[in-house]
């Protein structure tokens, strides 16, 4: 048994040569999701454009205070923090942000649809009233597709779906960012580890 531990655990020692791989997948994971959040952002950031009018509006947007500030703020830490998360640099600061603006678009934006981002009635964690109601518009749109439509080859490459728009990719995401916050940017890969050697050297 003692020298299955042993062989076990120095199985594991071995691979802490290739550790920066799992910080370098989130990295990379992570950079295009920020990027693209980010630079459709800063398109609508003209006053009156479409990110501000629905960052400020409480009818049909978030409500927020300050919408011209909060949507560049939310802007820059995204497309920012998709460079940093690229190339690795200043990690665990850029993570803050990027974990904040998680938080809000969670909070203000994915609350109210419960958790899931696809729309599944056999699971569901909180506010099951919206997920009952994308089930019974799933359900009405398979039937008027199925009437009228080519419901075979509408669906022969996957199943027929209703977005949720629950809050799972912004918490799958922040937790991404934890583990970037906590571990870094990884060995290697990343201007983070670099700038480290340098600094040890003085």
Not at 34 to 41: D, E, M
Not at 126 to 153: M, P
Not at 173 to 183: H, I, K, P
Request: charged share 15%; aromatic share 14%.
């Amino acid at each position: 048994m003692k020298r299955l531990a042993r062989w076990m655990h120095d199985a594991l020692n071995s691979t802490r040569s290739v550790d920066f791989l799992g910080p370098l997948a989130l990295r990379l994971y992570l950079a295009p999701v920020f990027w693209a959040a980010g630079t459709n952002k800063l398109d609508g950031l003209l006053p009156n454009a479409g990110t501000v009018s629905w960052f400020g509006n409480p009818d049909w947007g978030l409500g927020l205070p300050m919408p011209w500030l909060m949507a560049f703020l939310a802007a820059y830490a995204e497309v920012l923090g998709a460079i940093a998360l690229l190339f690795g640099i200043a990690m665990r600061w850029f993570s803050i942000p990027l974990m904040i603006t998680m938080v809000v678009a969670a909070v203000t934006v994915h609350w109210k649809h419960g958790w899931q981002t696809i729309s599944d009635p056999m699971m569901c964690l909180f506010n099951c009233g919206a997920t009952e109601e994308a089930a019974v518009r799933l359900d009405r749109a398979r039937s008027i597709l199925q009437e009228h439509g080519n419901y075979d080859w509408l669906t022969q490459s996957g199943s027929f779906v209703i977005l949720n728009n629950g809050i799972e990719m912004a918490a799958t995401y922040f937790v991404m960012l934890l583990v970037l916050f906590f571990y870094g940017a990884g060995r290697y890969l990343s201007v983070d580890h670099y700038a480290a050697r340098w600094l040890r050297r003085d």
